[in-house]
């Protein structure tokens, strides 16, 4: 069983920045796909990025191509989101996932350990 526990959620202005961390309590975090996910009210759960288990490959949804970064630091057994040039549109609650299987990244049928997510709002 692996637990994640999100953080760095909060209210920032258009055009500013936010640092997610999700913290993994495995002790094999580095075998882990891990992604980022994020639902709005109203919407369905949908894709923000994801990263190789060493890092070596990211993949990002267009949406927040070029605006987001994610990292992960496996020694602290840690996931990160960098949020920079914030749009209202970036709101929602944001889901830390974790998946021992290869392939479809972007599916969260394919994740098989969720936070309880972290809020972000973006105002203008």
């Known amino acids: 069983q692996v637990q994640l526990v999100e953080s760095g959620g909060g209210l920032v202005q258009t055009g500013g920045s936010l640092r997610l961390s999700c913290a993994a309590s495995?002790?094999?975090?580095?075998?882990?796909?891990m992604g980022w996910f994020r639902q709005a009210p109203g919407k369905e759960r949908e894709f923000v990025a994801a990263i190789a288990w060493n890092g070596g490959g990211t993949y990002y949804a267009d949406s927040v191509k070029g605006r987001f970064f994610i990292s992960r630091d496996n020694a602290k057994t840690t996931v990160y989101l960098l949020m920079t040039s914030l749009k209202s549109e970036d709101t929602a609650v944001y889901y830390c996932?974790?998946?021992?299987?290869?392939?479809?990244?972007?599916?969260?049928?394919?994740?098989?350990?969720w936070g309880q997510g972290t809020q972000v709002t973006v105002s203008s």
């Open positions: 996932a974790a998946t021992y299987s290869e392939g479809a990244y972007y599916a969260p049928q394919n994740y098989h350990y």
């Open positions: 495995a002790r094999t975090f580095s075998s882990y796909v």
